[in-house]
């Protein structure tokens, strides 16, 4: 699962994020939801946040949020919320990259379309969160993310099987000493390596 630092600042950047990624172009249907809005859903509802992020708190509630700011000044705010709340809001524990900062965009375009999501189950959920923010600046899943350095990964399981998936994320350079890929083995957790390998070992 996703750090808890990574779902803090997940809420806590809503109140001043810009809709504009490409992530969640404007023409699309916000009914279709794909992993980097699932995980920003996930990302941004870590109850810890409810601390300014509710009725009376600090901060306004999700659904009524309005949205300025681009991603990356999202993370420093995070940082240093107190730099436009002395006081009011502390900075959560921890911190965020940029690719959780876009998941929670792409999950709040959706909100403000009126869309509330779809159901998904928790290796759905918990896949979708690592996609989004260890795999999605290198590889495109189901038209999100950026496939141009690592490729497309949304019919990978017509290729490799949940073994060799599994091998791969955990060490490339086992597989081809000259793989690019940084190993993974010892930056997931057994669920988030159990998620990701067997989502997309089902991706034909």
């Not at 060799?164 to 350079?173: F, G, N, S």
Request: with cysteine.
């Amino acid at each position: 699962i996703v750090t808890g630092a990574f779902a803090v600042a997940g809420l806590a950047i809503v109140a001043l994020t810009w809709l504009g990624l490409a992530d969640s172009p404007a023409h699309a249907d916000p009914d279709e939801w794909g992993p980097i809005a699932i995980a920003g859903r996930e990302l941004a509802q870590d109850a810890r946040c409810a601390a300014c992020h509710r009725s009376g708190g600090a901060a306004s509630e999700l659904t009524i949020t309005r949205l300025q700011r681009d991603p990356e000044w999202l993370v420093s705010h995070v940082q240093d919320p107190e730099i436009i709340a002395p006081g009011l809001r502390p900075a959560p524990p921890g911190g965020m990259n940029t690719l959780s900062g876009r998941a929670v965009l792409a999950y709040m375009r959706k909100l403000r379309a009126g869309s509330r999501g779809p159901e998904v189950d928790a290796n759905v959920r918990t896949a979708s969160r690592v996609f989004a923010t260890r795999c999605a600046n290198c590889h495109g899943l189901d038209g999100e993310g950026d496939p141009s350095a690592g490729g497309d990964l949304s019919h990978v399981g017509a290729e490799h099987d949940a073994g060799w998936l599994r091998e791969w994320i955990t060490d490339p350079a086992a597989i081809d000493e000259l793989a690019e890929m940084p190993a993974f083995g010892d930056r997931l957790s057994a669920e988030e390596m159990t998620a990701i390998v067997s989502h997309l070992a089902a991706r034909r």
